[in-house]
């Protein structure tokens, strides 16, 4: 293998991958990129086997085709010192490789690239959809808070991507919360569906920059593929059966709280200073034209409280939540006004835009209450 590239490209380029790249691992390859060489074209390949990430690359010239497996942590190193000019790339040996730049060269190990792990595929039932990008990343942004952190329940540590002829649905929950985002202009021509990794939905995110317009999503039972611009991001889904979350959702909800959300937000995170610091405990007292947002920690012998005015319609309510729960749901809805819907103390509460924020922000949360004295 031989050819000449752009440093600054090249490192572009395997930052884009290394996200795949495990941080401790029992197989030694893994800690490799893939380079494989075809004509002009560089694919580089970074994988964990859970997550398989590739890009390519157009090179100035070439010399001689190849794969090879070069160590990432060496590379990545050495790309980020050098400052952007034509590297020339070349194995020089059965197992060393050549940088060389304009005033020096470095010698690396290369390994076997047979010993890479191959990709995985979808198989022939798959289904393809198309997202627009900012869709998806503000989708997974919008949900992937709320999904739990239980690594023994894999199903729940993920977010569930419901399709249907009408619209697609983003679901996150760790069971004390959950929230939905609602995107209209994601279809499919069946109602079809798969369970995303928080992990592997974040390292997506963060690679979907302003500047790609679309993401085509082809996934089976076990696979999906994300393909946008030239990188390729292929994960192993989650399998099992996500709860329906349809089901959960309040219905019938007389008690009716509207305010404004930075000031609800703003409230909450000064009052939850003094809640006790292993519960997060705080409670809300509701009654027409006010609420009361109050925590104490009899440990410490704090307490606090706040009242604001607000639109609420319904009977004199007290009912407690964790303020992180509150604290994360308001953060991540942008909406002037925001409503929290209540049947009673002891059932989940609803929290969604305002009618007028309604059409810009397709998104709502859930979140169960707790006993507070």
Not at 172 to 177: G, R
Not at 271 to 298: R, T, W, Y
Request: proline share 4%; aromatic share 6%.
């Amino acid at each position: 293998m031989k050819f000449i590239i752009s440093s600054s490209e090249l490192l572009k380029g395997i930052l884009t991958v290394s996200k795949a790249i495990p941080a401790k691992s029992t197989e030694a390859i893994l800690e490799d990129y893939l380079f494989s060489l075809n004509g002009n074209i560089l694919e580089v390949t970074a994988s964990d086997k859970e997550i398989t990430m590739k890009t390519t690359l157009e090179v100035d010239s070439t010399e001689a085709e190849g794969k090879i497996a070069v160590p990432a942590r060496q590379l990545n190193d050495l790309l980020k010192e050098l400052p952007d000019q034509p590297l020339t790339i070349s194995t020089i040996s059965e197992n060393q490789f050549e940088c060389a730049w304009a005033s020096g060269a470095s010698t690396l190990p290369y390994f076997n690239p047979d010993d890479y792990p191959e990709s995985q595929k979808t198989g022939e039932s798959a289904v393809t959809v198309e997202f627009p990008a900012q869709t998806l990343a503000d989708g997974i942004g919008r949900t992937i808070y709320a999904s739990s952190d239980e690594d023994n329940r894999p199903v729940m540590n993920s977010i569930f991507f419901d399709i249907s002829p009408d619209s697609t649905t983003l679901v996150a929950s760790d069971l004390q919360k959950l929230t939905c985002y609602t995107a209209d202009n994601v279809k499919a021509g069946e109602p079809c569906s798969f369970i995303l990794n928080k992990r592997h939905a974040a390292v997506l995110k963060s690679i979907l920059g302003k500047d790609i317009e679309n993401v085509s999503v082809t996934f089976d039972s076990r696979t999906a593929v994300f393909r946008f611009d030239n990188t390729t991001v292929i994960c192993c889904l989650v399998v099992g059966k996500y709860p329906d979350y349809r089901t959960i959702i309040p219905q019938n909800n007389s008690n009716i709280l509207k305010i404004n959300r930075l000031q609800l937000l703003n409230t909450v995170k000064r009052i939850a200073v003094c809640s006790p610091k292993a519960s997060n405990h705080i409670k809300f007292d509701m009654s027409s034209g006010s609420i009361e947002i109050s925590a104490q920690d009899l440990g410490f012998e704090i307490a606090a409280h706040e009242k604001l005015a607000c639109q609420y319609d319904g009977s004199d309510l007290s009912i407690g939540f964790k303020s992180t729960h509150i604290i994360e749901m308001l953060s991540n809805l942008t909406c002037e006004e925001v409503v929290m819907k209540f049947a009673d103390k002891r059932r989940s509460a609803l929290m969604l835009p305002s009618e007028e924020d309604a059409q810009a922000e397709k998104v709502f949360g859930i979140v169960m209450p707790i006993m507070v004295k």
